[in-house]
T-cell receptor, first 115, second 113 residues
Framework: DGGITQSPKYLFRKEGQNVTLSCEQN?????MYWYRQDPGQGLRLIYYSQIVNDFQKGDIAEGYSVSREKKESFPLTVTSAQKNPTAFYLC??????????????FGEGSRLTVL | QQQVKQSPQSLIVQKGGISIINCAYENTAFDYFPWYQQFPGKGPALLIAIRPDVSEKKEGRFTISFNKSAKQFSLHIMDSQPGDSATYFCAARIGTGGFKTIFGAGTRLFVKA
C-alpha cells in the first residue's frame, strides 16, 4: 500500500531530552511536511521540504530540526529547546503540481508527551 | 496575512440536517482551497477542494461555495449523517515560494442520530 508511515505512534519524553520522530513515504512525492496539532489551534507548519537536501522553516520552527537526505524520509527532531513539545505531530507529503493542485497525504501521527 | 479563519469551533446538527462551516482569508496569493476531514487518532484526509476561479464545487453530499471578492469560502454537508462526525479543517495553499498549506483552527462536527 502506498502511504505515509509515522513512528512511533506514542512517545514519552523527559524534559531536557531530544527525540526524533520518523516519517517515511512510498508515494514518490517530492514535497514533505511536518505539522503540529494542538486542540483548538488547527495544524501549524513546522518545517517543509520541496526536494532532497533542502528544507524551509514553517511558522513554528523554533526548537525543532529536520533533515532530508532521502526522498522518502523526513525525520523531525524535537529538541530540548522546544518549550512546550507535548502535541500531536503529523507528517504529510504532496506532489506539487500546477495552480490549483497540491493534495496533502497525511500519516496517522505521533503523539508526544513530555513528562 | 497568511491566516485562515474558521468558524464555528464546534457544531451539533441533527441527522439529515445541513452542516455549514465558514472560512475567511486575506492573502490573494492562495491558489488552492482544500477541506480536510479528520477522525480521532487519525491524520486528516482530503475531502474536497476548489480553485479560486470556480464559485462552487459539489461532490456527493459535500459542496464548497467560494466567494473570491469577499475572500470567503464555506463547506456545506447536506443530509448530515452520524458517520460525518469528525473535525473539519479548511485550508489554503500558497502556490509560490514553497507550496505551503495553511490550515484553519478546525470545526468539531457532531451529528445526532
Amino acid at each position: 500500500d502506498g502511504g505515509i508511515t509515522q513512528s512511533p505512534k506514542y512517545l514519552f519524553r523527559k524534559e531536557g531530552q531530544n527525540v526524533t520522530l520518523s516519517c517515511e513515504q512510498n508515494l514518490n512525492h517530492d514535497a514533505m511536511y511536518w505539522y503540529r496539532q494542538d486542540p483548538g489551534q488547527g495544524l501549524r507548519l513546522i518545517y517543509y521540504s520541496q526536494i532532497v537536501n533542502d528544507f524551509q522553516k514553517g511558522d513554528i520552527a523554533e526548537g525543532y530540526s529536520v533533515s532530508r537526505e532521502k526522498k522518502e524520509s523526513f525525520p523531525l527532531t524535537v529538541t530540548s529547546a522546544q518549550k512546550n513539545p507535548t502535541a500531536f505531530y503529523l507528517c504529510a507529503s504532496s506532489q506539487p503540481g500546477g495552480v490549483g493542485t497540491g493534495e496533502l497525504f497525511f500519516g496517522e501521527g505521533s503523539r508526544l508527551t513530555v513528562l | 496575512q497568511q491566516q485562515v479563519k474558521q468558524s464555528p469551533q464546534s457544531l451539533i446538527v441533527q441527522k439529515g440536517g445541513i452542516s455549514i462551516i465558514n472560512c475567511a482569508y486575506e492573502n490573494t496569493a492562495f491558489d488552492y482551497f482544500p477541506w480536510y476531514q479528520q477522525f480521532p487518532g487519525k491524520g486528516p484526509a482530503l475531502l474536497i477542494a476548489i480553485r479560486p476561479d470556480v464559485s462552487e464545487k459539489k461532490e456527493g453530499r459535500f459542496t464548497i461555495s467560494f466567494n473570491k471578492s469577499a475572500k470567503q469560502f464555506s463547506l456545506h454537508i447536506m443530509d448530515s449523517q452520524p458517520g460525518d462526525s469528525a473535525t473539519y479543517f479548511c485550508a489554503a495553499r500558497i502556490g509560490t515560494g514553497g507550496f505551503k498549506t495553511i490550515f484553519g483552527a478546525g470545526t468539531r462536527l457532531f451529528v445526532k442520530a
